[in-house]
T-cell receptor
């Protein structure tokens, strides 16, 4: 069974600092990996999808890297803003449809 | 693009009552997923439909739960009878192809008293 771990569970940084969010998974045989953002009381917003053949994917201030062999992905958010405060979830797709989610990292960006 | 639409957004009911949650996927998406989110267990896949056909319902907790997808633009998740332990946020998500990027609805927060 695929297990997905996100450490730390919570993170607080001052505005302007770069954010580094970690995700690790136990089985390297994956289709792809998706990063989401969840605001309190809201649904999940897809941030990036990175295919198993890719090493990284970028969208604006966001960059996600993937190292399948070591079972790790990292989400980088450059120049953080208070609006980046949310819970960030990593989800690994071990087969062609099922997503296995981590518990998330809750980020607070202090103004 | 309206995104995935779910209704109701909040539902409060009493134990033993029937609850029906509704979902409209993004137009053109052929894969639909129902998830449940709780503090204890995080996000769990309940059931997955592809082209309106249930493919994997192994996550449905028990026979009290059922899901249907009568057409490409509508799905329901029904709980009958409901129990307090069913209290959770239920999400619907859709994608164009099962392995592609999934888009989530805003969720239905269910409270069973």
């Amino acid at each position: 069974k695929q297990e997905v771990t996100q450490i730390p569970a919570a993170l607080s940084v001052p505005e302007g600092e770069n954010l580094v969010l970690n995700c690790s998974f136990t089985d390297s045989a994956i289709y792809n990996l998706q990063w989401f953002r969840q605001d309190p009381g809201k649904g999940l917003t897809s941030l990036l999808l990175i295919q198993s053949s890719q090493r990284e994917q970028t969208s604006g201030r966001l960059n996600a890297s993937l190292d399948k062999s070591s079972g790790r992905s990292t989400l980088y958010i450059a120049a953080s803003q208070p609006g980046d405060s949310a819970t960030y979830l990593c989800a690994v797709r071990p087969n062609d449809y099922k997503l296995s989610f981590g518990a998330g990292t809750t980020v607070t960006v202090r103004a | 693009d309206a995104g995935v639409i779910q209704s109701p957004r909040h539902e409060v009911t009493e134990m033993g009552q029937e609850v029906t949650l509704r979902c409209k996927p993004i137009s053109g998406h052929n894969s639909l997923f129902w998830y449940r989110q709780t503090m204890m267990r995080g996000l769990e896949l309940l059931i997955y439909f592809n082209n309106n056909v249930p493919i994997d319902d192994s996550g449905m907790p028990e026979d009290r739960f059922s899901a249907k997808m009568p057409n490409a633009s509508f799905s329901t998740l029904k709980i009958q009878p409901s129990e307090p332990r069913d209290s959770a946020v239920y999400f619907c998500a859709s994608s164009f192809g099962p392995a592609n990027e999934q888009f989530f609805g805003p969720g239905t927060r269910l409270t069973v008293l």
